[in-house]
């Protein structure tokens, strides 16, 4: 079993910036990847970013790629995603997730329907 628990949303100006944490705990995340993915009350849930935790490598959503960054520190076990230059339009809730992942040549996962564990979520408001 893995817990995952988001924190660091709030509301921030557009052209502002936050960092999310995701503190994972519970079983080894060696051969997991872990996932960000944002929703909006009406739309459903979007993928955002994923990172191997073996080997780093990563994976973004043309819509977020350039502002929003995703990063790990094994010794914390914990998932970062800080966003920059943020937009109204990154208004939603957001999500931290696990998946299986082989590493290696895979792609990364990046449709929810791979991600098995999934934190609470936590609230990000970019004001205009």
């Known amino acids: 079993q893995v817990q995952l628990v988001e924190s660091g949303g709030g509301l921030v100006q557009a052209g502002g910036s936050l960092r999310l944490s995701c503190a994972v705990s519970?079983?080894?995340?060696?051969?997991?990847?872990m996932g960000w993915f944002r929703q909006v009350p009406g739309k459903d849930r979007e993928f955002v970013a994923t990172?191997?935790?073996?080997?780093?490598?990563?994976y973004y959503a043309d819509s977020v790629k350039g502002r929003l960054t995703i990063s790990k520190d094994n010794a914390k076990n914990t998932v970062y995603l800080q966003m920059n230059s943020l937009k109204p339009e990154d208004t939603a809730v957001y999500y931290c997730?696990?998946?299986?992942?082989?590493?290696?040549?895979?792609?990364?996962?990046?449709?929810?329907?791979?991600?098995?564990?999934w934190g609470q979520g936590t609230q990000v408001t970019v004001s205009s």
């Open positions: 519970g079983r080894t995340l060696s051969s997991c990847a």
């Open positions: 990172i191997s935790w073996s080997n780093g490598n990563t």
């Open positions: 997730a696990a998946a299986r992942y082989v590493g290696g040549s895979y792609p990364l996962p990046w449709s929810q329907s791979d991600y098995y564990y």
